[in-house]
C-alpha cells in the first residue's frame, strides 16, 4: 500500500502577490492537509512541503515549498494535491477511502455479481458508488448507505450490497 496516493486537496489558485496559494483541502479536519506532507502532484513529478498561513473563504492560504511567487502560484491553478496512503490516519471500521472502494467486486445477498466499483461520487447528500456492470455499457449508480450496502470486505476485495429494487433490471 505504501506506493498509493490519496487526493487531500487541489490548488485553486494564487492567493496575493507573494507566492502564497489558496488551498482546498478535502480532509476531514480540513487543517490536517499540512500534516501529511510533502504533498505531490498525481505523476509524482512535484513534491511540495505545505505551511498553511490563514484560513480564508472556501479554504485556506498556504505556501508550498518552492513556490515563490504570484506567476508560480498562478501556474498551479487546478493542481490536486495527494499524499502518500500510509501518511493518512487509518479509519474505524465504517469508513474508508475511496480509493480502497475503487475496484472492488459489488455482489448482491444471493451472490450474483453486480460489477466492479469504478468511482465514489458525492453530489452533496450521500456517497454513490458508481459499478461497472459486465456486459452492460452504461454505468449503475449505487446508493453507499448502510441499508443497501451492508458489507464491505476489504480483505477479499468485494461489497455485498442489496440494491434498491428495480435497480438492475433488464428491460
Do not use: W
Amino acid at each position: 500500500m505504501s506506493d498509493q496516493k490519496i487526493c487531500v486537496g487541489a490548488i485553486a489558485g494564487a492567493f496575493g502577490v507573494q507566492g502564497e496559494v489558496r488551498l482546498k483541502s478535502f480532509c476531514a479536519e480540513p487543517s490536517d492537509i499540512a500534516e501529511y506532507g510533502p504533498l505531490s502532484t498525481e505523476d509524482g513529478s512535484q513534491r511540495f512541503t505545505v505551511t498553511i498561513t490563514r484560513p480564508v473563504k472556501n479554504g485556506f492560504a498556504a505556501r508550498l515549498g518552492g513556490v515563490a511567487t504570484k506567476e508560480e502560484a498562478d501556474a498551479l491553478k487546478g493542481v490536486q494535491l495527494y499524499a502518500d496512503r500510509d501518511a493518512l490516519p487509518d479509519l474505524p471500521d465504517d469508513e474508508y477511502y475511496h480509493t480502497d472502494l475503487i475496484g472492488l467486486t459489488v455482489l448482491d445477498t444471493g451472490g450474483t455479481e453486480l460489477g466492479k466499483v469504478i468511482n465514489v461520487l458525492n453530489h452533496g447528500a450521500s456517497d454513490l458508488l458508481e459499478l461497472k456492470p459486465a456486459g452492460v455499457a452504461e454505468s449503475v449508480l449505487l446508493p453507499f448507505t448502510l441499508a443497501v450496502v451492508p458489507t464491505v470486505d476489504l480483505e477479499r476485495g468485494r461489497i455485498i450490497a442489496d440494491p434498491p429494487e428495480g435497480l438492475f433490471d433488464d428491460e
